[in-house]
Every structure is written in C-alpha cells, then in structure tokens.
C-alpha cells in the first residue's frame, strides 16, 4: 500500500518538469503558454479590426493595426500558431462585425498571412528588424494585395464595371501605405518581445581561434 509521503515524493519530479516549463519564456507549440498567447493575440487582433472601424479615413484608406498583431503572432508562435490566430481572429471578426457573407478567400488570404510571416522568421539572417520587414513586405504583396484583392474583387462583382488594376487602384492603393505603419509599429516592439523571450533566438557565429 503507497502511503502519502510515498505518492508526493512519486509526483513531486513530475510536478517540478512541469513547473519549469510553465516558467520557460521559450514558446512551445500546445503548451499552455503557446496556447494563452495564441488566444491573446486572437482576442487582440478582433480588438484592433473593431477599432479599425473607428479609423476609416476614406473608401480607401481604413487605418487598422491587427497586421501588428498577425505579424508578431506568426513570429513568435510558429507557422501553426501564425496560421490559426490569423484564420480564428478572421472568423470572429466577420462573425462580430459583420458586413456582409464570409468570404472563404478572403479568410484564406488573411490564413496565410500568419503563414508566411512564421516562415519569414525562420530566414536566417540575423536582425529580426529585417526579419518584420520582409514579413510585412511579403505578406502585403501576396495577401493584402493579392489574394484579398482578388476575393473582394470578385466576390462583389467587380470585375463587371472594371480591370482587376482600376479596382486595385480605386479602392486598395493605400494598402501598402497601412502596410508601412504596421510594420513600424511591430518593429518598435522588438525591444518589449525580446525581453519577453518571444521571439525565436538569433543563432550567431561562434569565433574560431586560428
């Protein structure tokens, strides 16, 4: 019969791997520190499209902030993690907010998004300033520009009063400017995401003596 004493002493080397983990600033995908953050920058990606409601200058020009949010999701959780807040926080934002059907390649543009901007952190060059800005610089060409373009170019019928470019250039040509800004804003959080430990370490050179 395991008295007590005999079940603790039995737990407690499980119980302290585990407490080192929880205190573990490295993310690790489908621990409970990788899913808090996940769930953290989903609800703050819907907060930045309802304030980005707020912000709509013109037709246009909308000023929103959740690419911050995409950008430092897909760097510090991984192309999973990257992919899923963006799809989730993309959903309950039509969901929340709706303006009309949900548009699968609209979601599907915005999913690979956090894709590639996991991707663009696993480039082995050592700034992570370069790193953010080839994410955003990327992921505006093929997502914002790109995919989204498409989706809403098609899906309200655009493509019968004008060329894919016209449409492009009337309602999505300051897209790269939005671009710009939320890049400068996720790159002025480095300093906060490497005291965190969030993002991925920079492997530098070990100096060989001759």
Not at 134 to 149: F, K, S, W
Request: some cysteine; charged content about 10%.
């Amino acid at each position: 019969m395991i008295n007590s004493n005999d079940q603790q002493e039995i737990a407690t080397p499980d119980d302290k791997t585990h407490a080192r983990k929880v205190r573990t600033q490295k993310l690790e995908f489908g621990t409970t520190k990788w899913l808090t953050y996940a769930a953290m920058f989903t609800a703050l990606a819907v907060a930045m499209k309802f304030i980005g409601q707020f912000l709509t200058l013109t037709d246009s020009f909308k000023i929103t902030l959740i690419y911050v949010v995409w950008l430092i999701a897909g760097a510090t959780l991984g192309v999973f993690g990257g992919g899923a807040v963006c799809f989730a926080s993309d959903v309950l934002g039509a969901i929340i907010f709706p303006t009309g059907a949900i548009n699968p390649l609209l979601i599907l543009g915005n999913t690979v998004y956090g894709v590639i901007a996991a991707l663009a952190f696993r480039i082995p060059i050592k700034s992570n300033i370069a790193k953010f800005i080839i994410a955003g610089a990327v992921c505006t060409v093929i997502c914002t520009c790109g995919i989204n373009t498409l989706a809403i170019y098609y899906s309200y019928s655009y493509y019968k009063v004008m060329s894919v470019w016209q449409y492009f250039v009337a309602y999505r040509i300051m897209q790269p400017v939005v671009a710009v800004i939320n890049i400068v804003v996720a790159v002025t959080m480095i300093p906060l995401l490497n005291r965190l430990k969030l993002l991925p370490p920079i492997k530098r050179k070990k100096n060989t003596a001759t």
